[in-house]
């Protein structure tokens, strides 16, 4: 995962990546994103990882279309980048068409859950998630996507979560995503919780990166 740049000094994008640059560091140290970085990731524990990020995805992408006529997410909710629904076709055929034999870890579950809190009231803490994950994904997706391809050698129908076949310029699309989340932050009615929101954000994967690891080294090797 890649941080995002900096934009000015007064955006929530700014303070965002000020604030969780020590925690987004070890987020890519901890254990399964540190090997998926490092180009040395087992398909099983990128397997595991995606399961139990799909319950994320999902309820970030609910909370922000049940925000759609909310001024401060209308925006955002707009984009409808959906990831949910690539991640779940990569997951379809990886694990040969059923991957309900994936478990859902306790960690993956307490995230899910936490931006399902984030999305309550007037949702401006969906602002943090969403910083989090889509514009990680626009930052650093492509690199893991190549690493990927080498090791565990996916295939392109399984690495469709790192396409965004509606947008053709992604550099675009992230720069104008940063802008949107900037907009959205200078609207909501308290960018510190949001700020605080972010550097949750970034412990809980962090968590699910440890988590998902050991749920991996505890499988006997066949």
């Not at 929530?12 to 901890?30: G, P």
């Not at 989090?132 to 492509?142: E, H, I, N, V, W």
């Not at 399984?158 to 699309?173: K, M, S, T």
Request: charged share 20%; proline share 5%.
């Amino acid at each position: 995962m890649t941080a995002p740049s900096p934009t000015s000094p007064t955006s929530v994008v700014t303070d965002l990546y000020v604030s969780t640059k020590t925690l987004h560091t070890e987020a890519e140290r901890s254990g399964i994103i540190r090997d998926m970085l490092r180009g040395d990731v087992s398909r099983e524990g990128y397997v595991l990882l995606q399961r139990n990020l799909l319950p994320a995805y999902q309820a970030l992408e609910a909370g922000l279309e049940s925000h759609r006529d909310n001024p401060v997410l209308a925006a955002l909710a707009a984009y409808r980048l959906d990831r949910s629904s690539p991640l779940k076709a990569d997951l379809v055929a990886m694990c040969g068409g059923d991957f309900s034999a994936i478990p859902l870890l306790a960690e993956g579950t307490a995230y899910a859950k936490r931006i399902e809190e984030a999305a309550k009231g007037n949702g401006e803490l969906l602002i943090a998630h969403a910083y989090t994950r889509y514009l990680g994904d626009l930052s650093g997706g492509q690199i893991l996507k190549r690493l990927l391809a080498k090791k565990p050698g996916l295939q392109p129908n399984e690495l469709a979560f790192y396409d965004f076949p509606a947008h053709a310029d992604l550099a675009a699309l992230k720069s104008d995503y940063r802008n949107a989340l900037d907009a959205a932050g200078k609207l909501a009615a308290n960018p510190q919780a949001i700020v605080a929101e972010g550097s949750l954000a970034f412990q809980l994967n962090t968590d699910l990166s440890w988590a998902v690891q050991a749920a991996i080294e505890a499988v006997p090797a066949s």
